[in-house]
C-alpha cells in the first residue's frame, strides 16, 4: 500500500496534532504562516497538488478542500470545480478542532465513514 501523506497546517492545537488518526499516515504539523516549515510545506503541497491535478486532466471533481473561510483554497476549489470544499467555522480552534471539518472529514474518509449518518447518530 503506498504511503499517504497529509498536512496540517494552523495555530496552537490545531496545527501540532500529537499523532494523524489511524490510517492518515504521515502528518506534516506548522504554528504559523510565517514560519519557514510551514512555508516548505505549502510549496510542497502545491507541487502535489498540481502533480495530481494534471494526472487527472484537470478533473477536479477528484478533489475536496477543507480550509478557513476567505482563503486563497476555497477561490483555487471552486475554480478547478472541486467536488466540494468544506469552510471550517472560524469559531473552532483548539483542542476543539478534531471536532470540525478540519479534524473529521480527513478521518471519515480514511475510514471510510459516511460523515453525516454518523453525524446523525452521535448524541
Keep these: 500500500m503506498a504511503e499517504k501523506n497529509n498536512i496540517f497546517l494552523g495555530g496552537g492545537g490545531a496545527g501540532k496534532p500529537p499523532r494523524p488518526p489511524k490510517g492518515l499516515g504521515k502528518a506534516n504539523g506548522g504554528d504559523a504562516p510565517e514560519n519557514p516549515a510551514v512555508q516548505a510545506i505549502v510549496a510542497r503541497w502545491e507541487q502535489h497538488l498540481r502533480y ?3 494526472r487527472t486532466d484537470g478533473n ?3 478533489f475536496c478542500a477543507v480550509t478557513d ?3 486563497p483554497l476555497v477561490e483555487l476549489a471552486r475554480e478547478r470545480g472541486f467536488r466540494h470544499v ?3 467555522d472560524p469559531d473552532i480552534g ?3 478542532s478534531a471536532l470540525s471539518f478540519f ?3 480527513p478521518a471519515a474518509r480514511a475510514a471510510a465513514i459516511n460523515l453525516n449518518r454518523a453525524l446523525r447518530t452521535a448524541g
Design 52 to 54: 495530481f491535478y494534471e
Design 60 to 62: 477536479g471533481s477528484q
Design 69 to 71: 473561510p476567505g482563503s
Design 86 to 88: 468544506f469552510e471550517n
Design 94 to 96: 483548539g483542542r476543539y
Design 103 to 105: 479534524g473529521l472529514v
